[in-house]
Nanobody
């Protein structure tokens, strides 16, 4: 079992920044892939950014150059630095982890990000 707890969401004006964190119950380096997804009202959940245990990253085109995914090894957390936020970034953001030893993905409860224009 892997438990994920997100934090750092909130309300921010367009152009502002937020930093999301995802604390994992197991060593994050034992997790094959961790990532952030988001779901806006009436839309499907979409990948925002992901990182493999080896450090390879991928980003959605809509956030490239504005968002940065990283790991805080001291806190055993996955982070998402979000800069130059836009109203269209408003969504519920979920942390995701996939571990090969269980063969299934795990999800956090989500943290709300609201960007006002």
């Amino acid at each position: 079992q892997v438990q994920l707890v997100e934090s750092g969401g909130g309300l921010v004006q367009a152009g502002g920044s937020l930093r999301l964190s995802c604390a994992a119950s197991v060593n994050i380096f034992s997790i094959n892939t961790m990532g952030w997804y988001r779901q806006a009202p009436g839309k499907q959940r979409e990948l925002v950014a992901a990182m493999t245990s080896g450090g390879a990253t991928t980003y959605a085109d809509s956030v490239k150059g504005r968002f940065t995914i990283s790991r805080d090894t001291a806190k055993n957390t996955l982070c998402l630095q979000m800069n130059s936020l836009k109203p269209e970034d408003t969504a519920l953001y979920y942390c995701n982890a996939f571990v090969s030893w269980s063969g299934r993905p795990y999800w956090g409860q989500g943290t709300q990000v609201t960007v006002s224009s």
